[in-house]
């Protein structure tokens, strides 16, 4: 579904992707793990073309996505959720959801609000406060709520365990495994492994922006030197 060939990604003089490749195949749970600031957040920006790479490529179902507006990769079927979740302060529950609603595209799951509450209860119960009355956690919900909202044939979710409680985080490790189930391609970044491991099919590490690993946590699991190089703090 997703192929990214071979792309550089800058902010400004600074060099972050350097010549990074891989792909997510349909269907698929992703992990991206690295460090802080190994590059991962400007690989899911680089997908959306928020940021743009300089050479390289983004395939996505066979479309070059490099260089079109953002607007144009989420109406091609890529819904982002960025790690600053950025839902609507003053916004309901049911106002937010709305804002993301998109008409269904053939290929990807069909999402009404009445299924959002029943991944979500917590935004059930509170479907009419505004987003700055809700906690990080149902922040975090409410942000993959709307995303799902545009019936996404792709789910980028940036760093979705970050500052949220432990029992969020299983909530959240719920919520990836109900969406995979459902038929969504979803790609996390994630730094932690424990969750990402519950919830993916596959990992990529990058570091300085590089491609250090691609396979199975089984294989990951056979190469404790890379875990250690890598994601070790």
Same mark, same amino acid.
């Given at each position: 579904?997703?192929?990214?060939?071979?792309?550089?990604?800058?902010?400004?003089?600074?060099?972050?992707?350097?010549?990074?490749?891989?792909?997510?195949?349909?269907?698929?749970?992703?992990? &991206?793990?690295?460090?802080?600031?190994?590059?991962?957040?400007?690989?899911?920006?680089?997908?959306?073309?928020?940021?743009?790479?300089?050479?390289?490529?983004?395939?996505?179902? #066979?479309? #070059?996505?490099?260089?079109?507006?953002?607007?144009?990769?989420?109406?091609?079927?890529?819904?982002?959720?960025?790690? #600053?979740?950025?839902?609507?302060?003053?916004?309901?529950?049911?106002?937010?959801?709305?804002?993301?609603?998109?008409?269904?595209?053939?290929?990807?799951?069909?999402?009404?609000?009445?299924?959002?509450?029943?991944?979500? $209860?917590? &935004?059930?119960?509170?479907?009419?406060?505004?987003?700055?009355?809700?906690?990080?956690?149902?922040?975090?919900?409410?942000?993959?709520?709307?995303?799902?909202?545009?019936?996404?044939?792709?789910?980028?979710?940036?760093? $979705?365990?970050?500052?949220?409680?432990?029992?969020?985080?299983?909530?959240?490790?719920?919520?990836?495994?109900?969406?995979?189930?459902?038929?969504?391609?979803?790609?996390?970044?994630?730094?932690?492994?424990?969750?990402?491991?519950?919830?993916? #099919?596959?990992?990529?590490?990058?570091?300085?922006?590089?491609?250090?690993?691609?396979?199975?946590?089984?294989?990951?699991?056979?190469? $404790?030197?890379?875990?250690?190089?890598?994601?070790?703090?």
């Amino acid at each position: 579904m997703l192929n990214v060939e071979g792309i550089h990604s800058y902010y400004s003089k600074a060099h972050i992707l350097n010549d990074l490749s891989f792909n997510v195949g349909r269907g698929e749970v992703v992990a &991206l793990l690295g460090r802080n600031g190994a590059g991962k957040s400007t690989t899911m920006k680089s997908v959306m073309q928020l940021v743009r790479p300089r050479t390289g490529r983004v395939m996505f179902q #066979d479309a #070059d996505l490099v260089g079109a507006p953002a607007f144009r990769v989420a109406k091609a079927g890529i819904g982002y959720v960025p790690e #600053d979740r950025r839902i609507f302060t003053d916004l309901t529950v049911m106002e937010n959801l709305e804002v993301g609603r998109q008409p269904r595209r053939d290929g990807a799951p069909v999402w009404t609000v009445e299924q959002l509450f029943d991944i979500f $209860p917590n &935004l059930a119960e509170r479907r009419g406060n505004r987003g700055k009355h809700m906690s990080g956690g149902e922040q975090q919900m409410l942000t993959i709520a709307r995303t799902l909202m545009g019936n996404p044939l792709l789910l980028l979710l940036d760093e $979705p365990s970050e500052g949220i409680a432990p029992v969020i985080v299983e909530q959240m490790a719920e919520t990836i495994l109900k969406l995979k189930a459902q038929g969504l391609t979803v790609m996390i970044s994630e730094q932690n492994l424990h969750f990402a491991r519950a919830v993916a #099919d596959r990992a990529i590490i990058i570091e300085g922006g590089e491609k250090k690993f691609d396979g199975s946590f089984a294989e990951l699991e056979a190469q $404790p030197e890379i875990r250690d190089a890598y994601l070790s703090v």
